[in-house]
């Protein structure tokens, strides 16, 4: 179902370690996943995404993990840097062909200096 | 460069008067999207066109209309806003849906 989170979980992290953001998803039979990266003020914007017959999925300073069995997501951000803050969600098409993503609750992470 | 463009990038708008935010988009994708969201919450999907087909959330309030009246172009309707339906509201596009979304930067709509 649809995410109604009134306050955002919060990951903070030091300049230069690694991050991960985790996501659980609701449906099974969902078979394509995004995360995306939000910046205040700002549409989000697509970082990275998955199909469900993979486990693992890299891009530059990017990983992200399938664990279908839980029904988790994770998102691995390498180095992280300032720049990285932002909102992240994750995003399921629960039902293929339906052109429909259903968001995740979304995740704060800060970068301190 | 091919992108998703709403207007205006703020909107003021007075309780119960009719308001319409746009999209437009240059990257000749057939499904268009309106999400809302509030702060600190998901985008909430409205509805969506796949070409000129629309196609509604079972829990869009009737007060939100949509219109596309070409590939390049969707409006989002709000027919009398309410204090409640202050909020970002986000196009997206997406080719034959399968591939993600491209989100414009939003419009964020506050009633007075």
């Known amino acids: 179902g649809e995410s109604v989170g009134l306050h955002l979980p919060t990951l903070s992290v030091q300049e230069g370690d690694n991050s991960i953001i985790n996501c659980a998803y609701s449906n099974s039979a969902s078979d394509y996943f995004i995360w995306y990266k939000q910046e205040s003020g700002k549409g989000p914007q697509f970082i990275i995404d998955?199909?469900?017959?993979?486990d693992k999925r890299q891009g530059q300073r990017v990983t992200v993990l399938l664990n279908k069995t839980v029904k988790h997501l994770s998102l691995q951000i390498a180095a992280t840097q300032p720049g990285d803050s932002a909102v992240y969600f994750c995003?399921?098409?629960?039902?293929?062909?339906?052109?429909?993503?259903?968001f995740g609750t979304g995740t704060r992470l800060k970068v301190l200096a | 460069d091919a992108m998703v463009i709403q207007n205006p990038r703020y909107q003021v708008t007075q309780f119960g008067k009719p308001v319409t935010l746009s999209c437009s988009q240059t990257?000749?994708?057939?499904?268009m999207y309106w999400y809302q969201q509030k702060s600190s919450q998901a985008p909430k999907l409205l509805f969506h066109?796949?070409?000129?087909?629309?196609?509604n959330e079972a829990d869009t309030p009737d007060n939100f209309q949509s219109r596309r009246p070409n590939t390049s172009f969707c409006f989002l309707d709000i027919r009398s806003p309410g204090l409640g339906d202050a909020a970002m509201y986000l196009c997206?596009?997406?080719?034959?849906?399968?591939?993600?979304?491209?989100f414009g930067s939003g419009t964020r709509l506050t009633v007075v």
């Open positions: 990257l000749n994708h057939n499904v």
């Open positions: 998955i199909r469900s017959n993979m």
């Open positions: 995003a399921e098409n629960p039902t293929s062909g339906t052109y429909k993503y259903i």
């Open positions: 997206a596009t997406s080719r034959q849906g399968n591939y993600g979304y491209t």
């Open positions: 066109y796949y070409d000129k087909d629309f196609n």
